[in-house]
């Protein structure tokens, strides 16, 4: 059963550094893996969509890598804000017979900000 | 503007009581999901429907019902049989199964008095 794991759990930087979120899974059989912005008692924002044939996806100040064979995804955010405080959930969705028939999700990577 | 409606925002519910929340989207998607949100814990599918008149059990289904009468609707029946109901539910859909973005509801926050 495909297992998301995301590190750290928690991070807390200053205004402006740039900062990596990782995320890795244990079945590399999936159809895409797609990166989440949830703020406090909100829905979630969908940020990136990587599909399994693509490497990488960027928008705007947030890139997304992904390397299917050693079942790894990073989310990179350059030059970060107060603004960007929230949890960030990757999730992958499974090929049929993989024991899923949605997204499987991480627990999320709850990121602070400092002004 | 196109997007995922839910409603109620919160729900109170008595023991033994059912509760149905509500899910509308106007994506014209064909597929739509319903998680749930636990603290601690990744969201887990409770049922999806890839098309209308459809719909299939996800992971933790026991004790939900769903229905999908038509394309844009949704709706999740939360029934008695369901023993810690209390949770954050989620809505999504994509435009099919397996393909594209799941873009989500507000979601519905359910608390069992």
């Known amino acids: 059963k495909q297992e998301v794991t995301q590190i750290p759990a928690a991070l807390s930087v200053p205004e402006g550094e740039n900062l990596v979120l990782n995320c890795s899974f244990t079945?590399?059989?999936?159809?895409?893996l797609q990166w989440f912005r949830q703020d406090p008692g909100k829905g979630l924002t969908s940020l990136l969509l990587?599909?399994?044939?693509?490497r990488e996806q960027t928008s705007g100040r947030l890139n997304a890598s992904l390397d299917k064979s050693s079942g790894r995804s990073t989310l990179y955010i350059a030059a970060s804000q107060p603004g960007d405080s929230a949890t960030y959930l990757c999730a992958v969705y499974q090929v049929e017979g993989g024991g899923a028939d949605g997204l499987t999700f991480g627990k999320g990577t709850h990121l602070i900000i400092q002004p | 503007d196109g997007g995922i409606t839910q409603s109620p925002k919160y729900l109170f519910r008595k023991e033994g009581q059912n509760v149905t929340l509500s899910c509308e989207q106007n994506?014209?998607?064909?597929?739509m999901y319903w998680y749930r949100q636990d603290p601690g814990q990744g969201l887990r599918l409770i049922y999806y429907?890839?098309?209308?008149?459809?719909?299939q059990k996800g992971d933790i289904a026991e004790g939900y019902s769903v229905s999908r009468e038509k394309k844009e609707s949704f709706p999740l029946t939360v029934t008695s049989a369901q023993k810690n109901p209390t949770a954050f539910y989620l809505c999504a859909s994509s435009i099919r199964r397996q393909v594209g973005e799941q873009f989500f509801g507000p979601g519905t926050r359910l608390t069992v008095l």
């Open positions: 079945d590399s059989a999936i159809y895409n």
């Open positions: 429907s890839q098309i209308v008149n459809d719909f």
């Open positions: 994506l014209n998607h064909d597929a």
């Open positions: 990587i599909q399994s044939s693509q």
